[in-house]
């Protein structure tokens, strides 16, 4: 299902397979009224595929659509200057409508701990509609603080409104 490009809307680039399905299960509980606000786009194959990915086909597409913000879900592999490697290829015009996510390690890392993919991405999706941190406050998935912060500021009011 391809977003509603008038209004507001986020797409999400996952690293790999494991990513994508995390995202599209959050995807599935986002609120059915605003599904159409959210797309979950194809695996390029790797945390560096998703930033060459981003540079060479989506920089222009935001720039022609203001309305759009992106996820781009990499794993951090445990290298600590990862998300200043991804940031420092964001141009800054994007920057407060691009944001870096992931496992601080790999999302397999959390399917260990805190169950299947659809599991983690349903608590995931629930923490963002009740602006709570249950699921993203775990160890794997702390170091997203600050990006998750700017996130829930910008994107949370698309996917999650309140009533």
């Given amino acids: ?46 945390w560096i595929e998703v930033l060459e990915q981003f540079e060479s086909v989506h920089v222009a597409e935001m720039d022609r659509s203001h309305h759009r913000f992106m996820v781009l879900l990499i794993d951090f592999d445990r ?14 015009r994007l920057a407060q409508r691009v944001f870096v996510l992931g496992a601080l390690s790999e999302p397999e ?12 991405g349903l608590a995931m999706a629930k923490d963002c509609r009740e602006g709570t941190d249950t699921t993203w406050s ?6 997203n603080s600050s990006e998750l912060v700017r996130l829930n500021h910008r994107v949370r009011p698309i996917l999650f409104p309140t009533t």
């Fill in 1 to 46: 299902m391809s977003v509603n490009r008038a209004l507001p809307h986020v797409f999400i680039l996952p690293e790999d397979d494991a990513n994508l399905r995390l995202a599209n299960e959050f995807h599935l509980n986002v609120d059915w009224n605003r599904q159409r606000q959210l797309q979950v786009l194809d695996v390029p194959g790797g």
């Fill in 79 to 92: 290298k600590e200057n990862r998300l200043q490697a991804a940031k420092a290829r964001i141009p800054t």
């Fill in 109 to 120: 890392d959390l399917r260990r701990v805190l169950g299947s993919y659809e599991s983690i």
């Fill in 138 to 143: 775990h160890e794997v998935l702390r170091h």
